[in-house]
């Protein structure tokens, strides 16, 4: 008895040619329709996989600009550090108390009287360095001012007697201390 299960009953009689014809043609339907849900199947697996790529490219460009960010900001702090470790101005020693605001609350540093002086013609600044206070020059003081504003903390800008107008008729003329009106 060799040969398939269908020549076997066609032999005997019990099945003829037109029911093995609508077998031959049910099984390749049923046949063609599993190839297609597997097709559909691999393109929903397919899309998925696609989806989950474009998550995974946008998490990474958020992550990639975060990290430029803070790399940023990293050397920004690092160019006013150097900035103002390279151009500190000394405070002197003769420990007179120069008031400042900062923080909304009052600070002191001990500084000499040309320090004092200079700090109150506009010529130095006080700016913050690592929870201490530096004098800087007012040059120095503008390009850090530049990169982070909340790095100088004093800059006092030159007042109006100090100006440098070569035309003020009385620029050659005193104001009196004790002058009372």
Same mark, same amino acid.
């Given at each position: ?86 151009? %500190? ?5 003769? $420990? ?6 900062? !923080?909304? &609350?009052? #600070?002191? /540093? =001990? ?20 929870? %201490? ?5 007012? $040059? ?6 530049? !990169?982070? &504003?909340? #790095?100088? /903390? =004093? ?27």
């Amino acid at each position: 008895m060799g040969g398939s299960l269908q020549n076997q009953l066609l032999k005997l009689g019990l099945i003829d040619k037109k029911q093995v014809k609508k077998a031959k043609v049910e099984k390749r339907k049923e046949h063609n329709q599993q190839r297609k849900k597997k097709t559909e199947l691999v393109n929903e697996t397919m899309s998925q996989v696609q989806n989950e790529r474009t998550k995974k490219t946008v998490r990474d460009r958020e992550l990639n600009r975060l990290r430029e960010e803070t790399a940023q900001r990293k050397s920004i702090a690092a160019q006013i550090k150097q900035l103002i470790e390279l151009n %500190r101005q000394p405070k002197g020693d003769d $420990d007179i108390p120069y008031s400042f605001l900062d !923080r909304k &609350k009052v #600070r002191k /540093i =001990f500084v000499s009287k040309t320090v004092q002086e200079q700090l109150g013609a506009g010529k130095l600044a006080i700016v913050r360095l690592d929870g %201490r206070y530096e004098l800087v020059t007012t $040059d120095v003081a503008e390009k850090i001012n530049q !990169r982070d &504003k909340k #790095r100088v /903390i =004093f800059c006092n800008q030159p007042g109006p007697g100090e100006s440098a107008d070569k035309n003020d008729p009385y620029a050659d003329y005193e104001v009196p201390d004790d002058l009372i009106w």
